[in-house]
């Protein structure tokens, strides 16, 4: 079973205790129970965040929110290769600039496509903004 990137699809992290974070899909009208990323935890210790939320988009990709990283990332679905897309992992803050290397985010989550631009949105819950990145990634405020 290949996880779907079709909004009838479900995204959840969870961790069981003493074991690393995994990222799970489930197809709801399916029947079958949640599934794991293939090769994906999240990331690598007991202690490491868990995202806070993902979202699916076309050509089988996620958006994650890592609440506990300050970043926005963007997860393959089928290997469950990560890119950060937007926030300095481990460095919380706010500050506008460069979606990479510029920007500094504060507990995303609550990620959106604005169906306007295609840009994405999210709320970073300890500064209490939305924020929003170009699709480009080319800045972040």
């Known amino acids: 079973m290949q996880p779907?990137?079709?909004a009838a699809t479900w995204w959840l992290a969870s961790?069981?205790?003493?074991?690393p974070c995994r990222l799970y899909w489930v197809a709801p009208a399916s029947g079958a129970r949640p599934q794991a990323l293939p090769g994906q935890v999240w990331p690598v210790g007991e202690d490491d965040p868990c995202p806070a939320f993902a979202l699916p988009e076309e050509g089988g990709w996620l958006w994650v929110a890592n609440r506990e990283a300050h970043v926005v990332l963007r997860v393959n679905a089928s290997t469950g290769?990560?890119?950060?897309?937007a926030g300095q992992p481990g460095q919380a803050g706010h500050a506008d600039g460069p979606a990479l290397g510029?920007?500094?985010l504060d507990a995303p989550i609550s990620?959106?496509?604005?169906?306007?631009d295609g840009s994405l949105?999210?709320?970073d819950a300890n500064s209490y903004t939305i924020r929003h990145m170009a699709v480009s990634g080319a800045r972040a405020w």
Request: without cysteine; hydrophobic residues 50%.
């Open 4 to 6: 779907r990137t079709a």
């Open 15 to 19: 961790r069981v205790a003493g074991t």
């Open 81 to 85: 290769e990560q890119q950060v897309v």
């Open 102 to 104: 510029g920007a500094l």
């Open 111 to 116: 990620l959106a496509v604005s169906p306007l």
């Open 121 to 123: 949105v999210w709320y």
